[in-house]
């Protein structure tokens, strides 16, 4: 990856606003963000605007501009999410040395720890709103939420470039091959359809003018109850029955079936696969290493390993209808450390 992206600076980020059609002043202020590299600027008319620079070689034109275009659509459909801002020149891309950007709102607003029954519900709503518009075409550049995009090309990944120590290699490349085998077993009839992919309340806003869904980033086709595990994660008693609140609201607007809960800890498995493999392909970027010192050591993948055992164990123990090619007898579960926001969240910050 080009060093450029590294080593932005404010005089490089305000030309390439200016460069756009706007006109901002001199204040730059860089807003957190592992993945790409995001900053709050001041236009000459005392507004605000957001810059946003994608990580080269993640995603294509493409695949962004199709990021964008569903934005819309669901801007247009009066759905709260925020949208990038047309250039005055047109479109809603640009390029810099090599590296695309783009314009957007400011949102004003807080990210909430915890949400009460009529919140909600009201997420419950929005997010069957949002998922309606994603049923209505289909994605023609993004990638699909499969056992292969989520837990063999990670595998892949990390095994290529040797970052599993050797005794604990075998172990995690079984455990990864076996949550892809049940995953693809269990997600056989469940409708795919355009979502938001990384539905947490890190990527929700809360203001003066209601909630805003945030960081389509991660936007892909995938299956409805990818953004509802996320959304309301919790698996204790307290987490399930808001998640039925949740699902009560949503099918005011849409259809759901209670089988495709199903897919949830599987799902779950697949998320850590991926994020350790996401903190890989990134190790090269020096915020990586600074953010994330505990990776790559021999502890962090034998915890890493036995938390992806722990949850094939929970997978078993909880699925009771899994498939005959799939399934294992059901063992005793054994007692679980509390997970928080921050197991499942790798941009999830403290507020």
Known sequence: MSSFFFNLTPDIVIGAVEQ???????????????????????????SHVVSKFYRPGRWTREQILEEHAFLLELRADEIPVCAPLPFPGGGTLRE???????????TGGRV?????D????????????????????????????TGETYGLQPLA??????????????????????????????????????????????????GSEGWFFLDFDDFLTGPAVQDV???VPARDPEGLRQREVFLEAYRQFRDFE??????????????YIRYAAW???????????????????VQYWEDETADLEDQLEHIHGSTADLPDSVRRAEQPEEEHKELTNKDFFWDWEDK
């Open 279 to 297: 903190i890989a392909q990134r190790w090269q970027d020096p915020a990586f290493p600074a953010a994330f010192p505990h990776f790559g050591t």
């Open 157 to 206: 990944f990390l095994e290529k470039h040797d970052f599993l120590p050797q005794h604990c290699r075998e172990r995690y490349r079984r455990a990864v091959l076996e949550v892809v085998e049940i995953y693809e077993s269990l997600r056989k009839d469940v409708p795919m359809h355009r979502i938001h992919g990384d539905c947490h309340l890190g990527n929700l806003l809360h």
């Open 20 to 46: 756009g059609g706007f006109e901002p002043t001199g204040h730059c202020l860089a807003l957190n963000s592992y993945e790409n590299r995001v900053y709050d600027l001041m236009l000459e008319d005392g």
């Open 258 to 271: 209670q089988s495709w809960l199903r897919l949830i800890e599987p799902l779950r498995a697949l998320r």
């Open 112 to 116: 909430p720890d915890e949400l009460s």
């Open 96 to 106: 810099v040395e090599g590296i695309l950007y783009a314009i957007w709102p400011r």
């Open 229 to 231: 595990w996320m959304l």
């Open 118 to 145: 009529d919140e909600v519900r009201i997420l419950g709503r929005l997010c069957a709103r949002i998922h309606n518009n994603g049923a209505s075409k289909k994605a023609a550049y993004r990638i699909e939420l």
